[in-house]
């Protein structure tokens, strides 16, 4: 039985005249057959560029001569009663059940990476960068946050110096060495009650926080010590780092011209990792309210509070002007783990004493 025959355009690399020939199989050479043109080419100097369920067909021959077929299923055909065997990585991308296992690897390869691979590859760059790149960064911060959020505290100095007074006392039962640098602050806040931890250092507690908890140091100090584990831990520092990976990494497999969609990606991940670095905060606090025998409950009175203020404000707080509204609890918690979450851990902490 003579080959299968398929008509098909030579270009012969020179010209860009194409001409009609008959391709052909036999043995380990491809024929070319046509009208002034007579050619055999070994089957291995054929490169068969990878094709897809549709579109043209093409050969390309190591002297820059192809042929090329805009019957695709023709082509197949023919390719196939010639017995010339698709690569495997063709076979592969045509299989729609080696496509979904592909995707099904890959979210599980992403998702391992952001659950392990960046936190760890954030952690080493993070114990690499010298402390001074932590004290910039809270300076530009700083900056950043009283002009924007915060206003001269009007708290009397005495009060302020109350709280940092208890504040020392508790971290000076800590080991030596175990206690980073720290400068509390005091501002009057335009985000309602709240406390935060600056890279560097710096500690800044609202007015509005010491008028929610009616000045209680406990309380107070349970908070500052929280802020004071973001500070052990350098979070400031590695967020930063984690978002930037993060971020590098979606834009690298969503593409430089999808930002919106890889931003995303970058905050909802950013999100997960500030979340377990509030839970890294919360057991620093635990162990700072511990050696200073203050109840770990402490910080439940702060959680009591919030949900007073928050019913409060949901009953009286109408709409600010723009639309929307008013988040009282600010920038601080929004990312935190779910309150019930966290009041069950500082419970099981004041029982375990």
Same mark, same amino acid.
């Given at each position: ?90 076979r592969l991308q045509l ?25 760890? #590859?954030? +952690?080493?760059?993070?114990? &690499? @960068?010298?402390?001074?790149?932590? $004290? ?5 911060? *700083?900056? /950043? ?11 009397p100095t005495q009060e ?27 501002? #009057?806040? +335009?985000i309602g009650p709240n &406390? @935060?931890?600056?890279?560097?250092? $710096? ?5 509005? *926080?010491? /008028? ?49 969609? &890889? ?91």
């Open positions: 039985m003579s080959p299968p025959t398929l008509q098909a355009d030579y270009f012969d690399g020179h010209s860009a005249r194409a001409q009609r020939v008959g391709l052909h199989v036999s043995g380990t050479v491809l024929w070319l057959q046509g009208d002034g043109v007579e050619r055999q080419v070994a089957l291995r100097d054929v490169q068969w560029p990878e094709r897809t369920r549709h579109g043209q067909r093409t050969a390309h021959f190591a002297d820059g001569g192809s042929v090329q077929c805009a019957d695709a299923s023709a082509w197949d055909a023919w390719h196939h009663a010639s017995a010339l065997r698709e690569p495997l990585v063709v299989s729609w059940r080696v496509v979904l296992a592909s995707v099904l690897l890959l979210v599980a390869a992403l998702w391992a990476l952001q659950q392990w691979g960046l936190p760890v #590859a954030a +952690r080493v760059v993070t114990q &690499a @960068l010298p402390h001074s790149v932590d $004290t910039a960064l809270g300076d530009a911060a *700083l900056q /950043a946050v009283d002009q924007q959020l915060m206003a001269p505290s009007q708290l302020q110096a109350r709280i940092r007074s208890a504040f020392t006392q508790a971290v000076n039962h800590l080991p030596a060495g175990a206690v980073p640098p720290w400068n509390l602050v005091f501002r #009057a806040s +335009r &406390a @935060l931890a600056l890279p560097g250092g $710096t500690l800044v507690m609202t007015d509005e *926080l010491v /008028a929610l908890v009616d000045g209680n140091t406990d309380v107070l100090t349970a908070v500052l010590a929280h802020e004071l584990g973001h500070l052990q831990h350098r979070h400031g520092l590695r967020m930063l780092v984690q978002v930037t990976l993060l971020g590098t990494l979606t834009s690298v497999l969503l593409g430089d011209f999808s930002t919106v969609l &890889a931003g995303g990606a970058a905050l909802v991940g950013q999100a997960h990792y500030s979340r377990n670095a509030e839970r890294e905060a919360d057991a620093a606090a635990v162990r700072v309210l511990r050696a200073a025998r203050i109840s770990p409950a402490a910080m439940v009175t702060l959680f009591d509070k919030m949900a007073e203020k928050r019913s409060t404000s949901a009953a009286h707080n109408a709409q600010p002007p723009g639309g929307g509204t008013r988040d009282w609890l600010g920038i601080a918690f929004a990312s935190h783990p779910p309150d019930a979450e966290r009041v069950r851990f500082f419970q099981d902490a004041a029982a375990a004493r």
